[in-house]
């Protein structure tokens, strides 16, 4: 005698398009079914007219499945239906627990289905590409406190995250607090996208990030969808990128990034002040990248929109020439950054009228360069890292009308005429600027600031070493 067959399935998320074909075919066969009355019209067209269907309301998860076994206990096989999937908040669980609890000689079928966060994840495009985890906000059966832990953890670990049960009548607030949560790690710019009703009718798709989220936008049938650092938002999808792409450029390449990623976050955690303005942050975590010294909060001083104007100048504007002070600095601008922009770096310091100049007209080699930069490319972007009388002689240039600078980045280091140099360079207000205050600077800062400027685009996401 065969024994008698509990058969879980999966429905989905409550189109019939998004139903596997086996759940349907079992669907089709079964004779009786027993179900959540909510889901039964999801399956109405398809199952046989002559099957028994047995339903009843929300929260009567273990009254469907008692009664499922005193079928079973008949000698008859039953179907038990489950939206999404069965396995994944399901009553698959229950089924088990029981016939564990019974000792029941029942034999048992899983039929899985497409759960609502896939069908909410193809909606948004690609969010779910990488490590995930599932949580649900209901406290019903779980206490908050071990929500809380569980939603801290996949915030700390950078799991894309997707969030069942995010709302209800009488839980409004824990939506706010998994956003507060996710924001004191997360950058704000992180894409968050939310589908409700996924699969059907009403159903609803919106893509934003963690800063604009609004939790009150959402309901008890809303899945919600938090990338993680390497998610990106493209033409109203989310992505999040696998690897086989960027794996094409270098495994060292990115591993390279991905420490500078992890390198930055630790950096923008210990900042005394992490709510500053993205134009400041951005150099200023290269700065701190750069020398380990987070003196720099304090000295780096940037020009409103510097960093966007400079960046708008080399890649819209015309100009297309970066000139440094000394070789050392130019050698530490990113030369894929420079070729994917077009750019080039130019040092006068070693030209042969260099030498000439200076000993004619009594200035240092630096000063004589910067002298012939001006003559040949007036509207460049001007680095300085080392030398305060090559900042000086642009100063100079500049007031006299021959040098239009697209930017000034002022990093000169050392003790004479350094700090002078630098408060010679702030009454130009018409250029936006970088600069170093005090003793410190140096032409590895200095190039560093650079490629602050042709990264900027990544700043929103905060994801430096695009061109390392």
């Given at each position: 005698m065969m024994r008698p067959k509990i058969t879980i399935i999966g429905i989905g998320p409550g189109n019939v398009g998004d139903m596997t074909g086996r759940a349907m075919t079992a669907l089709r066969e079964a004779e009786i079914i027993v179900g959540y009355k909510y889901y039964i019209p999801f399956i109405s067209g398809i199952v046989c007219e002559k099957a028994e269907i047995i339903q009843n309301g929300m929260r009567q998860e273990e009254a469907r499945i008692e009664?499922?076994?005193?079928?079973?206990?008949?000698?008859?096989?039953?179907?038990?239906?489950?939206s999404g999937d069965c396995g994944i908040y399901g009553m698959a669980p229950l089924v088990f627990e029981m016939i564990r609890r019974e000792d029941a000689d029942i034999e048992v079928e899983v039929i899985p289905g497409i759960s609502a966060f896939q069908k909410a994840a193809s909606l948004l495009g690609a969010p779910m590409g990488h490590d995930f985890c599932v949580i649900s906000l209901s406290d019903l059966m779980t206490p908050w406190q071990v929500i809380e832990q569980r939603i801290k953890a996949a915030a700390d670990a950078?799991?894309?995250?997707?969030?069942?049960?995010?709302?209800s009548n009488g839980r409004y607030w824990e939506l706010h607090r998994l956003k507060e949560l996710f924001l004191s790690v997360r950058h704000p710019a992180t894409p968050v996208g939310y589908v409700r009703q996924a699969g059907r009718a009403?159903?609803?798709?919106?893509?934003?990030?963690?800063?604009?989220?609004?939790?009150?936008?959402?309901d008890m049938f809303t899945v919600v969808i938090i990338g993680n650092s390497n998610s990106f938002e493209w033409n109203r999808h989310i992505v999040t990128p696998r690897g086989y792409y960027t794996g094409k450029t270098g495994e060292k390449e990115k591993l390279g990034q991905s420490i500078m990623i992890e390198s930055f976050r630790t950096i923008e955690k210990e900042l005394s002040n992490p709510d500053i303005p993205l134009n400041l942050k951005w150099p200023l975590l290269h700065a701190i990248h750069?020398?380990?010294?987070?003196?720099?909060?304090?000295?780096?001083?940037?020009?409103?929109?510097?960093?966007?104007?400079?960046?708008?100048?080399?890649?819209?504007?015309?100009v297309k020439t970066i000139v440094t002070d000394v070789t050392m600095a130019a050698s530490g601008i990113r030369k894929g950054a420079l070729a994917r922009l077009g750019l080039n770096v130019k040092c006068y310091l070693n030209e042969p009228q260099v030498a000439e100049l200076a000993t004619s007209k009594g200035l240092t080699r630096t000063q004589a360069a910067i002298r012939l930069a001006v003559k040949e490319d007036p509207d460049a972007l001007y680095v300085f890292g080392n030398a305060p009388t090559a900042l000086m002689e642009l100063c100079s240039l500049i007031r006299r009308g021959e040098a239009h600078p697209a930017g000034i980045i002022a990093a000169p280091v050392g003790f004479v005429h350094v700090c002078e140099s630098k408060h010679m360079v702030k009454p130009f207000t018409d250029i936006p600027k970088i600069i170093v205050e005090g003793r410190k600077g140096g032409s590895n800062l200095a190039a560093t600031l650079v490629n602050s400027i042709l990264c900027w685009p990544d700043a929103g996401m905060l994801k430096p070493g695009r061109d390392v």
């Open positions: 009664k499922a076994f005193e079928i079973a206990a008949e000698g008859r096989d039953v179907c038990v239906i489950s950078d799991f894309v995250t997707a969030v069942y049960n995010p709302k009403g159903e609803t798709v919106k893509v934003t990030n963690l800063a604009e989220f609004d939790p009150e936008d959402v750069t020398t380990a010294d987070f003196d720099m909060e304090n000295i780096i001083k940037v020009d409103e929109d510097a960093v966007e104007r400079i960046y708008k100048r080399l890649t819209e504007g015309g």
